[in-house]
C-alpha cells in the first residue's frame, strides 16, 4: 500500500529520491526510496531477475542511494513483495471474477433441469463469462449451483410436506379428542350414528375428507377394542384390510423408488460418457498440436502434455485410454508419412520394378517427404521393397487386362505365330503402344511367359460360340 501511494507522487521525479537521500542517509529511507524508483520509473515485473533487469538501470544516477551489496538484497525483497501482492491480486480478481459468474448464474433463473450448452448458447459471449478461462470450471461452478437449486427445491419441498403433514396430524388429533369426549362410544358403536352427533363441531368439519373421518373413527374404536379386550369381528377385519392397504402402499413405494434409482443411474451414466467422450476430443486436439513426430513415445510425450493446461480437461479419461488414443495418433502419422513416401517414389518415373534400393535412393533422398518418413533408412528399404512387390503385382494383372482387350490376338494367334515370326512382330508392334506393356520391359522374360500362356488358353478353348448360340446347360434344363 506504501508503496503505491509513493508511485503518485514520486514517478520520475528525481529530486523526491535526494530528499531521502538526505534526510535518512543510507539508512531505511534508501531502501523504500530505491524500490520505489524501481517500480514507478522501470515498472520492474515481480517475477524478473537481477541480472535481467540491471542493464535497465545500472547507469541511472538514483542506482547510487544504495551501497554496493545492499542493492541486490533490496531488489530480491522488492521481489518477493512485488510477487506476493501480484498472487494476492490475482486471487482476488478470481474470486470477483467466480462470484460474478455465480451471479450471472443467480440472474439467469436456472432450473435443476437446465444444461450447459443452453447457457453457453445464452450467455457465452458475455464478459463475464469470458472472465473464468477454463471451460471445465465454468461447467464445474454451473453444475454447483444446479446442486445448490436441488437441495433448496427438496429443502422447501420437506418443508411443505413437514407443515402438510403437522397440519393434518393436528387436524387428527383434534378429530380424535372429540370422539373422547364422546362417552357413549364403545366397541359395538357405528359411525353412521356417530357421525350425525358430531357433523356440527368445527373439528369435525376441518377434516374435509368424509373416508379420513371414517379412517380416524375406526382406529379409535381399536384403541377402544385394546383397551376393553373385548375385539369385534368388525374391528378385527377393518384392522386387516388396512394392514393390507399399507402393505400394498410400501410395496408400490419400493418399486417406485427402484424404478426412479434405476432412471437415475442411466441419466448419471449417458451424462458420464458424454463427459468422456468430450475429454478423449479434447485429448486428441492436445495430440495434434504438440504430437508431430512419428517416432515419438508415450513415456516422454506424457511428461510434456502434462505441462499444458488442456491436461486438464482430460481428467476423465484414464492413463490407458489417453495411451490408446496417443498409439492410434501415432499411427495415423506413420501412415500418413507412409503414403508421402510412397507417393514420391510413384512420382519419380526413373525407378523401374527391378531397381535395387541403392540405387533408388541417390534419386529420392534429397526430397523431404524422405526425410520426414523417419530416422531409419532400414524401414525406408522395406517399405520400398513393399512398394515394389505390389507394383509388380499390379504390373501383371494389369497385363492380362491388356491382352483380353487385344481383339486381334484369337485362339489362332499361337498357331499362326509359330508358322511365321512376322505375325509374331505384329502382335509385340501392337502391345508396344500401351504402357502396360512397356512397364514390364525390366522383367520381359515374365512378360512373354505370360503371354505364351495366355495364347495356349485361347487355343485350348477354340473358337467362342455364336451370340445366338444356347448354353448346354440350360438345354439340359428345359428337357
Known amino acids: 500500500m506504501l508503496l503505491e501511494r509513493g508511485v503518485r507522487f514520486a514517478q520520475h521525479s528525481f529530486i523526491l529520491y535526494l530528499l531521502f537521500f538526505l534526510m535518512w542517509g543510507r539508512g531505511r529511507g534508501n531502501v523504500f526510496a530505491w524500490k520505489l524508483y524501481l517500480w514507478s520509473s522501470f515498472k520492474v515485473s515481480a517475477f524478473s531477475t537481477w541480472d535481467k533487469e540491471l542493464p535497465k538501470f545500472v547507469f541511472d544516477p538514483r542506482y547510487m542511494l544504495l551501497g554496493v551489496k545492499d542493492r541486490k538484497v533490496c531488489f530480491e525483497d522488492f521481489i518477493r513483495t512485488r510477487a506476493e501482492e501480484e498472487r494476492k491480486e490475482k486471487r482476488n480478481k478470481l474470486k470477483e471474477k467466480r462470484d460474478a459468474f455465480k451471479r450471472l448464474l443467480e440472474e439467469a433463473r436456472l432450473t435443476p433441469k437446465s444444461l450447459f450448452s443452453d447457457f453457453v448458447v445464452k450467455y457465452g459471449k458475455q464478459e463475464i463469462f469470458k472472465g473464468i478461462e477454463k471451460l471445465r470450471e465454468r461447467e464445474t461452478l454451473f453444475n454447483e449451483h444446479l446442486e445448490e437449486l436441488k437441495l433448496s427445491r427438496k429443502s422447501k419441498e420437506e418443508e411443505l410436506k413437514q407443515a402438510a403433514r403437522g397440519r393434518i396430524e393436528k387436524l387428527k388429533n383434534d378429530f380424535v379428542e372429540l370422539l373422547r369426549e364422546q362417552k357413549s362410544l364403545s366397541v359395538r358403536s357405528h359411525w353412521k350414528k356417530v357421525k350425525a352427533a358430531i357433523a356440527d363441531d368445527s373439528r369435525y368439519k376441518a377434516v374435509e375428507s368424509s373416508s379420513?373421518?371414517?379412517?380416524?373413527?375406526?382406529?379409535?374404536?381399536?384403541?377402544?377394542?385394546?383397551?376393553?379386550?373385548?375385539?369385534?369381528?368388525?374391528?378385527?377385519?377393518?384392522?386387516?384390510?388396512?394392514?393390507?392397504?399399507?402393505?400394498?402402499?410400501?410395496?408400490?413405494?419400493?418399486?417406485?423408488?427402484?424404478?426412479?434409482?434405476?432412471?437415475?443411474?442411466?441419466?448419471?451414466?449417458?451424462?458420464?460418457?458424454?463427459r468422456k467422450s468430450e475429454a478423449a476430443q479434447h485429448f486428441k486436439a492436445l495430440l495434434v498440436d504438440m504430437v508431430r513426430n512419428a517416432d515419438a513415445t508415450w513415456h516422454d510425450t506424457k511428461k510434456n502434455l502434462r505441462k499444458d493446461h488442456r491436461w486438464e480437461l482430460t481428467e476423465l479419461i484414464d492413463d490407458h485410454e489417453r495411451e490408446k488414443l496417443f498409439r492410434s495418433h501415432v499411427n495415423n502419422l506413420l501412415e500418413r508419412k507412409r503414403l508421402q513416401f510412397r507417393r514420391l517414389m510413384e512420382e519419380t518415373s526413373q525407378i523401374t520394378l527391378t531397381m535395387p534400393w541403392k540405387k533408388a535412393r541417390k534419386l529420392i533422398k534429397e526430397d523431404p517427404r524422405y526425410k520426414n518418413f523417419g530416422d531409419s533408412d532400414e524401414r525406408r528399404?522395406?517399405?520400398?521393397?513393399?512398394?515394389?512387390?505390389?507394383?509388380?503385382?499390379?504390373?501383371?494383372?494389369?497385363?492380362?487386362?491388356?491382352?483380353?482387350?487385344?481383339?486381334?490376338?484369337?485362339?489362332?494367334?499361337?498357331?499362326?505365330?509359330?508358322?511365321?515370326?512376322?505375325?509374331?512382330?505384329?502382335?509385340?508392334?501392337?502391345?508396344?503402344?500401351?504402357?502396360?506393356?512397356?512397364?514390364?520391359?525390366?522383367?520381359?522374360?515374365?512378360?512373354?511367359?505370360?503371354?505364351?500362356?495366355?495364347?495356349?488358353?485361347?487355343?485350348?478353348?477354340?473358337?467362342?460360340p455364336p451370340p445366338t448360340a444356347t448354353n448346354p446347360s440350360d438345354r439340359l434344363k428345359r428337357l
Open 212 to 274: 379420513l373421518r371414517e379412517d380416524y373413527f375406526k382406529e379409535y374404536i381399536k384403541t377402544l377394542t385394546d383397551t376393553s379386550n373385548e375385539p369385534g369381528v368388525a374391528a378385527v377385519e377393518e384392522r386387516d384390510r388396512q394392514e393390507r392397504i399399507q402393505a400394498s402402499l410400501r410395496e408400490r413405494e419400493r418399486e417406485v423408488m427402484m424404478s426412479r434409482t434405476a432412471q437415475e443411474k442411466e441419466w448419471d451414466r449417458e451424462k458420464e460418457e458424454l
Open 381 to 464: 528399404e522395406a517399405e520400398y521393397d513393399y512398394y515394389l512387390r505390389e507394383k509388380m503385382v499390379a504390373a501383371k494383372e494389369d497385363f492380362k487386362k491388356l491382352l483380353l482387350e487385344i481383339k486381334s490376338i484369337t485362339y489362332r494367334t499361337r498357331a499362326l505365330v509359330q508358322e511365321s515370326e512376322k505375325h509374331y512382330k505384329d502382335v509385340i508392334d501392337v502391345l508396344k503402344n500401351d504402357k502396360r506393356y512397356l512397364i514390364l520391359d525390366c522383367e520381359a522374360e515374365e512378360r512373354e511367359k505370360i503371354l505364351q500362356n495366355y495364347l495356349v488358353e485361347l487355343e485350348e478353348k477354340g473358337p467362342p
